[in-house]
Antibody
Framework: EVQLVESGGGLVQPGRSMKLSCAAS????????MAWVCQAPKKGLEWVATISYDGSSTYYRDSVKGRFTISRDNAKSTLYLQMDSLRSEDTATYYCARAWEGFDYWGQGVMVTVSS | DIQLTQSPSSMSASLGDRVSLTCQSS??????LSWYQHKPGKPPKPMIYYATNLADGVPSRFSGSRSGSDYSLTISSLESEDTAIYYC?????????FGSGTKLEIK
């Protein structure tokens, strides 16, 4: 059974950093691109970033370029999202997703609140 | 960036009704469009991929179709559990973009 379990969310002050993790199991992690998708309170879904199966390519939405870094450790079957210079508008639930034909598996999500 | 316009933004229908939700793309994306069902407190659930393919475990009353740059998600006979927000996603090119969603309620 495919499982994606996010961790690392919580409350953080504006300008500070936070790192999210997503532990994957039930599939061959290094065969798939992986992604982060978010949903701000009372808003729709937004794609954040994607990383290729081998980590060689990364893609970001404009609003997070230069502030967020997606990475992966295939030996640990874990996906990461390093979020720096956080802003109040980054407040959202962040989902880890397997990127096949869109997103075919999703984690339960982790809440990130950016507030002083 | 590719814009996806979903219509209607919200709707209500009766149990057993046939319901169609639409997603229009601002550029050609081929069949690289998927649909998701999103209920409060849960992660989005994949419903349709590559425009017309039913995702694993999705009831056969759901179907996807395409006509040019217009994509549709159809529910042949609405059930109470279908109440949710439905989003389309284009994955033809980066940045990947979602539509703004259609909120579907039961009358």
């Amino acid at each position: 059974e495919v499982q994606l379990v996010e961790s690392g969310g919580g409350l953080v002050q504006p300008g500070r950093s936070m790192k999210l993790s997503c532990a994957a199991s039930g599939f061959t992690f290094n065969n798939y691109d992986m992604a982060w998708v978010c949903q701000a309170p009372k808003k729709g879904l937004e794609w954040v970033a994607t990383i290729s199966y081998d980590g060689s390519s990364t893609y970001y939405r404009d609003s997070v370029k230069g502030r967020f870094t997606i990475s992966r450790d295939n030996a640990k079957s874990t996906l990461y999202l390093q979020m720096d210079s956080l802003r109040s508008e980054d407040t959202a639930t962040y989902y880890c997703a397997r990127a096949w034909e869109g997103f075919d598996y999703w984690g339960q999500g982790v809440m990130v609140t950016v507030s002083s | 960036d590719i814009q996806l316009t979903q219509s209607p933004s919200s709707m209500s229908a009766s149990l057993g009704d046939r319901v169609s939700l639409t997603c229009q793309s601002s550029q050609g994306i081929g069949n690289y469009l998927s649909w998701y069902q999103h209920k409060p407190g849960k992660p989005p659930k994949p419903m349709i991929y590559y425009a017309t393919n039913l995702a694993d475990g999705v009831p056969s009353r759901f179907s996807g179709s395409r006509s040019g740059s217009d994509y549709s998600l159809t529910i042949s006979s609405l059930e109470s559990e279908d109440t949710a927000i439905y989003y389309c996603l284009q994955y033809d090119e980066y940045p990947l973009t979602f539509g703004s969603g259609t909120k579907l309620e039961i009358k």
